[in-house]
């Protein structure tokens, strides 16, 4: 039989100074020890295999250590050190509470903390897995653990803190456990090697704590199996053929080919994948977390982040130098994506296929993206509307009915005349033109502030005609003439004789159309009559689902006051309902064309079905009841006499 031991237990650290990780709980129970504050109980939690036990160990021997050093570490020389090396020490007592975790493993565990120790100071008890423990094992230490004997030291550890009962937590000093980080493993397991004489690479000891998982003893027993496979020398490709991991190569293959948008050769890299036995989601796991690298590797500051060793470092700062950041959260994206979908896909190795063919086109699309961005803006720059300098001479045959007019800022407005006869502009409606001055007469005045007009003609303009030299004409406006805020259909029309209006009378006109607007607004108030609100009522109910509110609707009496529809209803309940239906004022006011309709509801009281109260029966004595029949039956009185019958006064 064999003496081997596995590295897990071989090198199971004896000081507070050899854990790995744990700093901040080690330093703290040294303080403890060195200020004699040392709690009576302790909850280690945390991952597994990140030293919880080990350090409830190595806190137990130091306890009792009869030459501790100064910086208060266990010597591992004296009596009480030795008997514990050796599992020989009756002063520690360690309980597995996965197969101890009834009401009678807790019962003895407590009967032995009456015996005080019998070498040294301290009797500790570590219960490890201590959340397999049940709720009345749990109840039944509660009130030992709370007040221990002075020589009782309790150390509990678990993986599972949310199991454990909170009047457990507030009895203890809790400390948390890290996962073990990549770099620190790796200086542990080039010392193992050093101490082993084994010569190992530094990437395949990286691949050994990236499988770990943050547990040194997960990569102290995969370290034994790679030794196991490999010897005394252990490779990178040793590692990835043991531990069937895809080798960094693969991917960074993919991501070149990506940026050359070469899918041919990432069609037969995706094909060799899975031809050596890898499953297509671990490949899609392992190409998002070398883009998180890559992306990692853009700026110095998270440089740190990257757990790969020196050489890899080098490699994946060049290819992020090459990858913009652009495609990498795209990248990402998709894959994010097709992971989410994969346990739902029918095929899912076509699924990653074309996940990969996205890939390979991102940065042709952001670039086409980018070009539709420039050519819209350049559009709509090019089509950016700018205010008119010109008028132009409307056709005759125009629908002056849809012209709309708008006054601007002060502008000089110029209108062409034409040789030929043509139809009035809008300025010569606005304003009549001036009788002929020879040019002799002629004076020249002082340019005028002037407004800018707009038309907007509703039929299709009719053919050009060629125009003469344009003669300036200047149109007089007022000072601040009011904007309206909407064009409005005018029923400004063209006489026979091209009769002119002046833009002082624009306001007239608005207010004319305003007033029209006014009556033919009364003439739709006054045609709604309770006769079509109870129409469109007894419409309204048919849409309700509720029986309930159906029936409360159909007793409702309305009324119209102006206004004002009124409602009556005979209950708080069905007034309740009724305003639960909010929807119906809108429709309502829509239906009729009533903006300031108003819904009032009252309650009636005599629209309640009055039933009266039945009333109490009273209960007759046996001499009423006697009464009562002979009253009703004179001949039981001769009954009575005949046969001498006494009535019950009861």
């Known amino acids: 039989m064999s003496n081997f031991v596995v590295s897990a237990r071989k090198y199971r650290p004896g000081r507070f100074e050899d854990v790995v990780g744990q700093e901040h709980v080690t330093l703290t129970l040294k303080n403890a020890l060195r200020n004699d504050h040392l709690a009576h109980a302790f909850l280690f939690c945390g991952p597994r295999g990140v030293g919880k036990t080990t350090c409830a160990r190595i806190l137990a021997k130091t306890l009792n250590c009869q030459n501790i050093s100064e910086d208060f570490e266990p010597c591992n020389e ?29 019962r003895a565990l407590i009967e032995q903390v009456r015996f005080q120790p019998q070498q040294g100071k301290y009797k500790v008890f570590i219960i490890d897995e201590v959340h397999m423990l049940s709720s009345q094992a749990f109840n039944a230490f509660l009130k030992t653990l709370e007040e221990p004997p002075s020589y009782a030291i309790f150390i509990l550890a678990t993986t599972e803190k949310h199991k454990i009962l909170p009047t457990i937590l ?17 200086e542990h397991l080039q010392a193992i090697c050093e101490e082993e004489d084994i010569a190992a690479a530094a990437d395949a000891l990286h691949i050994i704590g990236q499988k770990a998982d943050g547990a040194l003893r997960d990569a102290l027993s995969i370290f034994d199996r790679i030794v196991s496979f490999s010897g005394k020398s252990i490779t990178y490709e040793d590692v990835i053929s043991s531990l069937n991991v895809l080798d960094y190569d693969y991917y960074f293959k993919i991501v070149d080919a990506f940026l050359t948008e070469d899918r041919v050769s990432i069609m037969n890299l995706f094909n060799n994948i899975v031809y050596n036995g890898f499953e297509p989601d671990i490949f899609l796991i392992g190409l998002a977390e070398h883009l998180r690298n890559l992306l990692v590797c853009k700026d110095a ?19 992020a130098q090459l990858t913009p950041a652009s495609f990498i959260m795209t990248a990402l994206n998709l894959a994010s994506d097709c992971d989410v979908h994969y346990k739902m896909a029918r095929n899912k190795r076509l699924l990653v296929e074309m996940t990969l063919l996205k890939m390979t086109y991102i940065n042709r699309a952001i670039e086409l993206s980018k070009q539709s961005a420039v050519a819209e803006k350049k559009s709509l720059v090019e089509n950016a509307i700018e205010p008119p300098k010109n008028i132009e001479i409307a056709p005759k045959q125009a629908d002056f009915a849809a012209t709309s007019i708008s006054v601007v800022s002060p502008a000089p407005v110029v ?11 809008i300025v010569e409606q606005i304003e009549p033109p001036a009788p002929a001055i020879p040019p002799s007469e002629k004076k020249e005045e002082a340019p005028l502030p002037t407004a800018e007009i707009s038309t907007t003609v509703a039929e299709p303009p009719m053919p050009t005609y060629e125009k003469p030299e344009p003669t300036p004409v200047v149109v007089e406006t007022p000072k601040a003439p009011p904007k309206p805020e909407a064009p409005r259909k005018s029923k400004l029309r063209r006489s026979s004789k091209h009769s002119l209006i002046s833009l002082k009378n624009i306001n007239a006109i608005t207010k004319e159309i305003e007033e029209e607007e006014e009556g033919q607004a009364d003439l739709q108030l006054q045609a709604l009559t309770i006769e079509d609100v109870r129409v469109y009522w007894e419409t309204y109910i048919e849409q309700v689902k509720s029986d309930s509110t159906k029936s409360v609707l159909r007793s409702t009496a309305l009324s119209l006051e102006e206004d004002k529809v009124i409602a009556k209803v005979g209950s708080k309940l069905a007034e309740s309902l009724i305003r639960g239906e909010r929807d119906f004022l809108e429709r309502l006011r829509k239906q009729f064309n009533r903006p300031n309709l108003i819904f009032e509801i009252r309650i009636d009281e005599s629209l309640v079905a009055k039933t009266e109260a039945p009333k109490r029966k009273k209960i007759l004595t046996p001499r009423e009841k006697y009464a009562k029949m002979l009253a009703t039956n004179p001949v039981i009185k001769d009954l009575v006499d005949r046969f001498d019958l006494v009535v019950d006064e009861q």
């Open 78 to 106: 004296c009596e009480s050190c030795k008997a514990f090396n050796e599992n020989a020490s009756f002063n520690i007592t360690e309980l597995d509470a996965a197969s101890n975790n009834s009401v009678e493993h807790i």
């Open 170 to 186: 507030s009895r203890c000093q809790i400390f948390d456990f890290r996962r073990i980080q990549v770099p620190r493993m790796v």
């Open 301 to 319: 500051a998270t440089l740190q982040l990257l757990e790969v060793s020196d050489n890899l470092k080098d490699r994946y700062k060049q290819q």
């Open 415 to 425: 209108v062409t005349n034409e040789s030929k006869p043509s139809p009035p502009s």
